[in-house]
């Protein structure tokens, strides 16, 4: 028996054809499938958290001290001016206890050095604090740094405590350890933001002041 021989032709896709089916599913299947959030380490997070309320506690204050932060109001009206140096900056949390609530706002989850927080507000908040202190912030400059990661480095060598003052064009980074080259920052106006290391020195230009101190504890 002779095979049958069908003389339709049968439909196949072009090259092109199949380019283009492939192309529309591949929109539909970004268009469909959520964003994916950019990862962040819940312990970075927690300490985006804590400046937050430190924020919030320095500008509380203020308002209750005629617009001006601990480190501008005398010792004697309550504030911290003629004792601020690096291994006092945890005076300025301490006048701010009302504010704050609870003394483990002022530990990063990833400090290890400071851990653990200190058990209540006193003498104990000496090497239990996480933070810088802004001494020249003012509520006139909203982009001076009020406080943030004390984790830093000049020149690629990590900072101690102490009384740091920068120029606008200092080398400033974050050390490794904390946030792994960055840091978190509250400016004067409360905002927090996490910033990288090479954005430090362009961050201080925008503080519209020749020079920043920044009591390290």
Known sequence: MNPRVSNQKTAALTL????????????????????KPRYRPPQQGQCVQNLKQIGIAYL??????????????????????ES????????????????????????CPQDKEDQPPA??????????????????ASKNHPHMFLSGDDSLAIGGVPVKSCLLELSTNAPITWTEERHFFSGNIVFADGNVEMLPGYALTNSLQQTSVATNRLAIP
């Not at 690096?86 to 002022?106: C, D, H, I, Q, Y």
């Not at 209540?120 to 996480?130: K, N, P, Y």
Request: hydrophobic letters at 50%; aromatic letters at 10%.
């Open 84 to 107: 601020n140096n690096g291994r006092n900056a945890w005076l300025n949390f301490l006048v701010m206890s009302n504010e704050l609530n609870t003394p483990k706002l002022l530990v």
């Open 60 to 81: 509380v204050w203020a308002d209750d001290h005629n617009g001006k932060f601990p480190m501008q109001v005398s010792v004697t009206n309550g504030g911290t001016m």
């Open 119 to 136: 058990n209540e507000f006193s003498w104990q908040l000496a090497g239990h604090v996480s933070y810088f202190v802004g001494l020249d």
């Open 16 to 35: 092109v054809e199949v380019l283009v089916v492939i192309c529309v599913i591949a929109v539909l299947v970004a268009l469909l499938l959520p964003a």
